[in-house]
């Protein structure tokens, strides 16, 4: 984005990645459209979006709520603020039934026990599974997104039997 952007991050958070420039750039996204972040962090691939596609309205949702008042600052700095809004909220628990055009998903890669924990609880709940299930991130995207709908996600390349499993038959065109 040639240095269009500012993210101010936690010092022992999850920091924004190429994996952020790369979901919001595949998330087919168009003018007048609406789009939910899930699991946000502080903001940076919905707000690559926002610098790509004119016009748009963004959601963000976040479990650690440090993050979401980052992200809100962010939006603040980038002038970003009138276009999107945070929510500190559990993916699991957030219902805004069919509202969405796009949904967009970096979820946490790892399930819980299956990797090395990082010592720092903001970036360990970012990294891996703890509560919450790769098909509980599915779920949430598919009752929020308006039918005809598209969920945008970046993973682990082994991991795409298990997410298609679990799309199902309530995903076409995967």
Request: hydrophobic letters at 35%; a positive charge.
């Given at each position: 984005l040639d240095?269009?952007?500012y993210l101010?991050?936690?010092?022992?958070?999850?920091?924004?990645?190429?994996?952020?420039?790369?979901?919001?750039?595949?998330?087919?996204?168009?003018a007048n459209e609406k789009i939910l972040d899930m699991g946000c962090g502080v903001?940076?691939?919905?707000?690559c979006v926002l610098k790509r596609v004119n016009h748009i309205q963004l959601i963000g949702v976040e479990i650690q709520k440090e993050q979401v008042l980052l992200?809100?600052?962010?939006?603040?700095k980038n002038k970003l603020d009138e276009?999107?809004?945070f929510i500190h909220c559990d993916i699991r628990d957030y219902k805004n039934e069919k509202y969405f055009d796009h949904a967009i998903m970096n979820p946490p890669y790892l399930e819980e026990g299956k990797?090395?924990?990082?010592?720092?609880?903001?970036?360990?709940?970012?990294?891996?599974?703890?509560e919450s299930?790769?098909?509980?991130?599915?779920?949430?995207?598919h009752f929020n997104l308006k039918s005809k709908g598209s969920l945008t996600t970046i993973h682990r390349a082994d991991q795409i039997d298990e997410i298609i499993r679990i799309m199902g038959k309530r995903f076409g065109a995967i």
């Open positions: 240095k269009k952007l101010a991050h936690l010092p022992n958070g999850f920091k924004t990645s190429m994996d952020s420039v790369l979901l919001a750039s595949a998330c087919p996204a168009k903001g940076g691939s919905g707000f992200a809100k600052q962010n939006a603040f276009q999107s809004d990797h090395l924990r990082s010592p720092y609880e903001e970036k360990a709940k970012a990294m891996g599974h703890e299930t790769l098909e509980d991130w599915v779920q949430s995207a």
